[in-house]
């Protein structure tokens, strides 16, 4: 599986955009980008998933370029409620039973 | 209805007591997992389950045995449980075919051991 890389922790204000970037240079073929997001006390949640170009959810929207050897998570106008842990995957069509492979995650804290 | 849920979310245990985690999903999903987080926060699966059948086990004390009686349902077993066992746990599930997204987890059990 391709490993990511992403910052530790991020900051940001209540009403602005933020960008978390991922970087995955050794991504296959046929390797998907999913971001899960977590908050204190539950489980990982999916957010948005990506292969090429640009993909955008209710929540989300998600950048990849053309090398996709990394990627950037946008959240537009972002809230108090949207600190959390968020998580960059990479992975294939593995058959499902593989697991998801967790990195450190970027620690993200919206202030007022 | 919750998608995935795990009893008990607390679980507060002396050093060599044996412990079990439950939990269910009622999403019709063929495969379900258990996942460690530590108090590093870093999430490492441990087990997966594809219809009841074992696919992934990975290093993983053989205190820690899972059980699945069907395929809505993996339970956790842990023997003569240790310090370092002190985690929170979360179960997850999903469809079969896809590794990447479609994972619904569970709220986690915390367990500490004292």
């Known amino acids: 599986l391709a490993k990511t890389t992403q910052p530790i922790s991020m900051d940001s204000y209540e009403g602005q955009e933020v960008n978390i970037t991922c970087s995955h240079n050794n991504i296959a073929t046929n390797d998907y980008i999913t971001w899960y997001q977590q908050f204190p006390s539950q489980g990982p949640r999916f957010i948005i998933q990506?292969?090429?170009t640009k993909v955008t959810n209710e929540v989300a929207s998600l950048f990849i370029p053309a090398d996709r050897k990394s990627s950037t998570l946008s959240l537009p106008r972002v809230s108090l409620s949207d600190t959390a842990v968020y998580y960059c995957l990479v992975g294939g069509q593995g058959g499902g039973a593989d697991g998801l492979t967790f990195g450190k995650g970027t620690h993200l804290i919206i202030q007022p | 209805d919750t998608a995935v849920s795990q009893t008990p979310k607390y679980l507060v245990t002396q050093m060599g007591n044996d412990k079990s985690i439950k939990c269910e999903q009622n999403?019709?999903?063929?495969?379900m997992y258990w996942y460690k987080q530590d108090s590093k926060k870093f999430l490492k699966i441990m087990f997966s389950y594809n219809n009841k059948e074992l696919i992934i086990n990975e290093t993983v004390p053989n205190r820690f045995s899972p059980k699945s009686p069907d395929k809505a349902h993996l339970n956790l077993h842990i023997n003569s449980l240790e310090l370092g066992d002190s985690a929170v746990y979360f179960c997850?599930?999903?469809?079969?075919?896809?590794?990447?997204?479609?994972?619904?987890f569970g709220s986690g059990t915390r367990l500490t051991v004292v």
């Open positions: 999403l019709g999903h063929d495969t």
């Open positions: 990506g292969y090429k």
């Open positions: 997850a599930s999903s469809p079969s075919g896809q590794s990447n997204y479609g994972y619904t």
